[in-house]
């Protein structure tokens, strides 16, 4: 399919990316969760729109527990990186929280080698997957130890990072301090939500206080002017999710989107889906959106996979195959740039 903007289905695929932020149980395939829905006799996970995290939460947790065993975590883990694969996704970053199990399908070691096994299954060519190891914020600080500790012993198995999700209104990053210190001294990666759910200060507080080299969201920095200078300062990489952020009300509109604001601020930014199973949207899905609705053009959508490829953990011989690729994706999609309907030509900058 042609879309009005110039730019195919198949110049998306085409289009070399990595994906930093997603939920393992919010990636589900589709097909898979009816499946499993109808396997244990359950209700497939709402989709659409969400008027509050209450609602949110609750759809996650039925996504959740169609998760019946081991088998069936490896089975989701493979599928999403063949999905990937299939969208030109060459490096995904995945949120898991084994915690949240409470040991109903095994150990948490379990659970996260079931994870980094289908992930080593699905894996070829075309496309990879690390873990993000996910602090909980709800959970009693005991979890949040427990996935530190799953965290650091797998750091070379699998496991790129600490992330910590949840809700941040009630759980500020600050009260985490101890925990991601403790992470950056063995090695792994602070990669924290923030910004989401909650205001600009929390964006601060999981770049100051935990030491975030990415932020999950962080769209809400663009209400302080000196948190935007920070994460431009200190090139802090946002993993923007402009779908989610509209379905969980982050942001009014598509429209109003804070995305081409933090660009031409000259923040560091990732497109990704979060949780493409609710929010019915892909990576693909996002640069197009971004393409069409926030006027970002052609040079811009290059930028961001760039930035993509290189602001997470994707392997080096994957990397620099992937910003070869790219490249040359620019020049041949640069050749045929027409404006969109916003007149977004590729300079990235805001609509007037
Ligand atoms: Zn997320």
Not at 114 to 126: N, P, S
Not at 139 to 160: F, T
Not at 246 to 263: C, D, F, Y
Request: charge should be negative; proline fraction near 6%; charged fraction near 25%.
């Amino acid at each position: 399919m042609t879309a009005s903007s110039g730019l195919t289905d198949a110049d998306l695929v085409a289009l070399p990316k990595a994906e930093l932020h997603l939920h393992l149980e919010g990636a589900i395939r589709a097909s898979t969760a009816e499946e499993l829905a109808d396997r244990y006799g359950m209700s497939a996970p709402h989709v659409g729109s969400f008027r509050n995290l209450s609602e949110f939460v609750v759809a996650y947790e039925a996504a959740r527990d169609l998760v019946g065993d081991l088998d069936d975590l490896w089975r989701i883990a493979r599928e999403l990186v063949e999905d990937a694969a299939a969208q030109g996704v060459v490096w995904s970053e995945v949120h898991v929280i084994p915690p949240t199990y409470a040991g109903r399908i095994g150990p948490d070691e379990a659970v996260l080698e079931a994870v980094l096994d289908g992930f080593r299954a699905g894996a070829g060519d075309g496309s990879a997957a690390g873990v993000i190891v996910g602090v909980n914020r709800g959970l009693p600080m005991a979890a949040a130890e427990r996935s530190l500790a799953l965290a650091i012993r797998y750091r070379d198995s699998g496991v790129v990072g600490l992330g910590l999700a949840g809700d941040e209104a009630n759980h500020p990053p600050g009260l985490f301090t101890d925990v991601f210190a403790r992470a950056r001294e063995a090695g792994l990666r602070a990669l924290p939500h923030g910004g989401e759910g909650a205001g600009a200060g929390n964006v601060r507080s999981c770049v100051e206080d935990l030491g975030a080299v990415r932020v999950n969201h962080g769209v809400r920095a663009v209400d302080d002017p000196a948190v935007v200078d920070l994460l431009v300062e200190r090139q802090v990489c946002l993993d923007v999710c402009p779908s989610s952020n509209v379905a969980l009300q982050v942001s009014s509109s598509l429209e109003e989107h804070p995305l081409p604001v933090l660009i031409a601020a000259g923040v560091p930014v990732s497109l990704s889906s979060d949780c493409p199973l609710f929010c019915a949207t892909s990576a693909n899905a996002e640069y197009r959106l971004a393409h069409e609705r926030l006027g970002l053009g052609i040079d811009t959508l290059a930028r961001i996979a760039r930035t993509s490829i290189i602001a997470g953990s994707c392997p080096d011989e994957r990397r620099i195959a992937a910003l070869s690729r790219l490249d040359t994706w620019r020049a041949r999609c640069g050749e045929r740039r027409a404006p969109g309907p916003t007149g977004g030509g590729g300079d990235g900058r805001p609509r007037p």
